[in-house]
T-cell receptor, first 115, second 115 residues
Framework: EPEVTQTPSHQVTQMGQEVILRCVPI?????FYWYRQILGQKVEFLVS????????KSEIFDDQFSVERPDGSNFTLKIRSTKLEDSAMYFC?????????????FGEGSWLTVV | GENVEQHPSTLSVQEGDSAVIKCTYS??????FPWYKQELGKGPQLIID?????GEKKDQRIAVTLNKTAKHFSLHITETQPEDSAVYFC??????????????FGTGTRLLVSP
């Protein structure tokens, strides 16, 4: 079964450093997302991406965050200057065409620890 | 925007019993309601979903019901097994005003099935 894959599974970084989290969405999907989950809390939407541009973002997704689809398969989340409160599990997700079903599939997550 | 409430936060049952988790949503325009199972350290895994034009859906031991008038939906697991132990999240896809692909998650229910 196709799946969303993410790397790294776990990253520890110092406060102020830049981090890039990588994702390979399901190959025929067109919508891509990043969500995050702070330990013990619910999953929160960060951003959605369609047709090479951000289609929606939450208030969490401020200027320190950016997303990119550098080639036909990868989808990245960059955090420019990490803060302690950025420590969380970051999930990439993808879905197909809106009219053909909007099931959103999640990856296994990248656990980011900012120290 | 959409707001999803989920109850209970924890649920302990004996193996073989049924488990019911309930969610309410606020946006009457929401039309898609998935349920995800999350095991420790892993990403949310879709277990069942329902669209607003359907009142009930069943898949083996799992069923979901939707009451659009009352704006609530429920997950029913029958004949529970220890491997059903996990955190379960409900979610709602907001209406057009909140983004047609964004999922808003509930706060999660930790289900523990004792042998």
């Amino acid at each position: 079964e196709p799946e969303v894959t993410q790397t790294p599974s776990h990253q520890v970084t110092q406060m102020g450093q830049e981090v890039i989290l990588r994702c390979v969405p399901i190959s025929n999907h067109l919508y891509f997302y990043w969500y995050r989950q702070i330990l013990g809390q619910k999953v929160e939407f960060l951003v959605s991406f369609y047709n090479n541009e951000i289609s929606e973002k939450s208030e969490i997704f401020d200027d320190q965050f950016s997303v990119e689809r550098p080639d036909g398969s990868n989808f990245t989340l960059k955090i420019r200057s990490t803060k302690l409160e950025d420590s969380a599990m970051y999930f990439c997700a993808s879905s197909g065409l809106r009219d053909s079903g909007n099931t959103i599939y999640f990856g296994e997550g990248s656990w980011l620890t900012v120290v | 925007g959409e707001n999803v409430e989920q109850h209970p936060s924890t649920l302990s049952v004996q193996e073989g019993d049924s488990a019911v988790i309930k969610c309410t949503y606020s946006d009457s325009a929401s039309n898609y309601f998935p349920w995800y199972k999350q095991e420790l350290g892993k990403g949310p895994q879709l277990i069942i979903d329902i669209r607003s034009n359907v009142g009930e859906k069943k898949d083996q031991r799992i069923a979901v019901t939707l009451n659009k008038t009352a704006k609530h939906f429920s997950l029913h697991i029958t004949e529970t097994q220890p491997e059903d132990s996990a955190v379960y999240f409900c979610a709602a896809r907001g209406g057009m005003n909140t983004g047609f692909q964004k999922l808003v998650f509930g706060t999660g229910t930790r289900l523990l099935v004792s042998p």
